[in-house]
């Protein structure tokens, strides 16, 4: 997989050639601020999201997210979880240990609520966070896990091994979407060239497993695909994509500018 070092959007840059298209597999309501960054650069965004995400409430979720925010660490794995357990609890009164994230969107969530220590990876995946110093030896510690059924199940496995007993609470749920054909019809008449971004491993084997074959063969043949993470890399090449770089993170202006920069074409000497 090519390397693909960090970008930042250029402000005000001009459209490129005759159009082109970002796929998006964020959740279900949350790609305003990419539609308008992918407009910025001359694209269209074609949203074709897995799921959307809905809260959870309940004194058995207030009890069990109280017993994860009192735990030795405490690791927030998405905005969505920072957003969900401040509609249950004061996060910043109820701050009495170091807080960690995934990556600098949920840490600016965090301090938001006006949390204080909190750590984040320059790396913005799992594996970044394992590697935080302050994670460097857990034996014996209560790691809070505040997060949403399914994924990022490499953390508290990698937790648990080192010696770390985990108090997971679940503060939001994905509720699984179907592909809409009118969306997948609009798709298949976008602009090319494509550009398909991955920045959740569940997001796309659920987007994947419900594309038609034509549409999954155009992608596999055609589409540059832009992934956060090299695991993310790994399994779009197993799914048979061809062209995949690597963005500097997750966060909408790195996945739309690494995008943009896989149209770029470089000029000859």
């Known amino acids: 997989m090519q390397a ?39 694209g269209h965004a074609v949203a074709l999201p897995p799921w959307r995400l809905q809260r959870l ?18 690791v927030f794995t998405s905005p969505a979880a920072v957003a969900a357990a401040a ?16 990556g600098e ?21 799992s594996e970044g966070l394992l590697a935080l110093p302050v994670l460097a030896d857990v034996r014996g510690l209560r790691v809070g896990l ?3 059924p399914g994924g990022r199940g490499l953390i508290a496995a990698q937790l648990q091994a080192a010696g770390a007993s985990i108090e997971r609470a679940d503060v939001y749920r994905r509720r699984l979407l179907r592909l809409r054909p009118r969306v ?10 494509w550009v398909l971004a991955v920045s959740s ?14 549409l999954q063969q155009r992608l ?28 500097g993170g997750p966060t909408t202006a790195q996945l739309v500018s690494a995008a943009h920069a896989t149209l770029t074409v470089p000029a000859a000497n």
Do not use: K, Y
């Open 4 to 42: 693909m070092a960090d970008h930042t959007i250029p402000t005000g840059a001009a459209a490129s050639g005759p159009g082109w298209t970002f796929i998006s597999l964020r959740p279900q309501g949350q790609n305003s601020a990419l539609r308008r960054a992918v407009a910025g650069l001359g």
């Open 57 to 74: 409430h309940g004194t058995p979720v207030v009890r069990q997210l109280q017993r994860a925010l009192n735990c030795d660490r405490v």
């Open 87 to 102: 509609c249950l609890l004061p996060l910043a009164a109820a701050q009495c240990s170091p807080w960690l994230t995934v």
């Open 105 to 125: 969107g949920t840490a600016r969530a965090l301090q938001a609520q006006g949390a204080g220590e909190v750590h984040a990876p320059q790396r913005m995946d």
């Open 146 to 148: 505040v997060t949403a």
């Open 184 to 193: 997948l019809a609009r798709l298949a008449h976008s602009a090319s060239p």
């Open 201 to 214: 491993g569940e997001a796309l084997q659920h987007f994947w497993q419900q594309l038609p074959p034509a």
């Open 220 to 247: 596999q043949a055609h589409a540059n695909v832009v992934v956060a993470s090299e695991r993310l890399g790994e399994q779009a090449q197993a799914l048979g994509l061809q062209r995949v770089v690597r963005a």
